[in-house]
């Protein structure tokens, strides 16, 4: 689960369609752990093209975006990418993920988003768990 600081409006704030901006007190869930595990039930069966991810990147305040995102479906892993580029130096801004996947949503989909597991050398809060800020996630 999200920090109970900055749980926005429960998990509907990550389907309720209103991106956030870099003020992450707001429309954010955030995560200091180093995996979150976050299951799509499907409504509909329907082919799914791409999954996207809005997250907030914000190294001041020790936010930093996914290291690695691994995609199951019927505990199958169906993607697996890693974004080491999220550990470089990056000015405050929005990320979206695209996460390209032909499959079929007639089962829940799980996305393991991992974080930094230590915030790199050159940053103030080195050698600790990243924070991740999510305000999105849509399928298409």
Do not use: C, M
Request: hydrophobic fraction near 35%; proline fraction near 5%; aromatic fraction near 12%.
């Amino acid at each position: 689960p999200p920090h109970s600081q900055y749980s926005g409006n429960g998990l509907v704030t990550l389907y309720d369609n209103v991106l956030g901006n870099t003020n992450f007190t707001e429309k954010y869930l955030g995560y200091n752990s180093e995996t979150i595990s976050l299951t799509l039930e499907p409504k509909e069966r329907k082919k799914v093209k791409n999954i996207y991810i809005s997250f907030l990147i914000n190294q001041s305040s020790w936010i930093f975006g996914p290291t690695q995102i691994d995609v199951y479906q019927s505990n199958t892993k169906i993607f697996s990418t890693q974004y080491k580029e999220n550990l470089q130096q990056k000015n405050t801004h929005n990320q979206i993920v695209k996460i390209p996947l032909v499959v079929n949503f007639d089962h829940p989909i799980t996305l393991k988003i991992y974080s930094a597991h230590k915030i790199p050398d050159w940053h103030e809060g080195a050698g600790n768990i990243a924070w991740i800020f999510i305000d999105e996630i849509w399928v298409e």
